[in-house]
């Protein structure tokens, strides 16, 4: 898959270096996504300014929890390209760079719970889909892409877009 500046610049993983283990990596995902939670939580009490990141991209809550989702499609959308043995899909999100309508709604106790079901479906079909294949496909090389392992260990920093916005408790 053909990574994004927004992508290859989220989080100081090393797609290059690989961290050989036995424990699944689809649980870093999951671990993520209830770090990311915990900032969630508070955003019904949000003030309605969008926050901008030390690098210039406007947050907002309902932002933050669609970047999370779509960068979990984007690399689970890649996972199963992989393992199927054929072309990932060009990456063409304009992910941060737009901030809709939508994105600028007051934050409610049901964007909460949504955000909650969103997020940790999709972290847990992240983390199933790791614990149904071989151990050994977590590491095999996949080159020119990153390796499964790299894949989930590169999303171990979903939880940068809920910081973004901050804890509002």
């Known amino acids: 898959m053909t990574q994004s500046a927004e992508t290859q610049n989220l989080g100081t993983q090393n797609p290059g270096e690989q961290n050989p283990g036995t424990e699944n990596p689809g649980e870093l995902v999951v671990?993520?996504?209830?770090?990311?939670?915990?900032?969630?939580?508070?955003?019904?009490?949000w003030d309605g300014?969008?926050?901008?990141?030390?690098?210039?991209?406007?947050?907002?809550?309902?932002?933050?929890v669609r970047r999370i989702?779509?960068?979990?499609?984007?690399?689970?959308?890649?996972?199963?390209?992989?393992?199927?043995?054929?072309?990932?899909?060009?990456?063409?999100?304009?992910?941060?760079?737009?901030?809709?309508?939508?994105d600028l709604a007051p934050f409610t106790e049901a964007d909460v719970r949504e955000a909650e079901q969103r997020l940790r479906r999709l972290a847990r079909t992240f983390e199933l889909r790791y614990a149904a294949l071989d151990p050994a496909e977590w590491d095999k090389d996949r080159t020119p892409n990153w390796t499964l392992r790299v894949i989930a260990e590169h999303l171990i920093e979903l939880d940068w877009y809920a910081e973004q916005v901050g804890d509002f408790s």
């Open 31 to 45: 671990q993520a996504v209830e770090r990311a939670l915990k900032f969630v939580v508070t955003w019904p009490a």
């Open 49 to 64: 300014e969008p926050r901008v990141s030390d690098d210039d991209r406007i947050f907002t809550p309902h932002k933050a």
């Open 69 to 102: 989702a779509d960068h979990m499609i984007d690399h689970l959308a890649e996972v199963e390209a992989l393992l199927a043995g054929v072309p990932t899909q060009p990456d063409e999100w304009h992910a941060s760079s737009v901030t809709s309508t939508a």
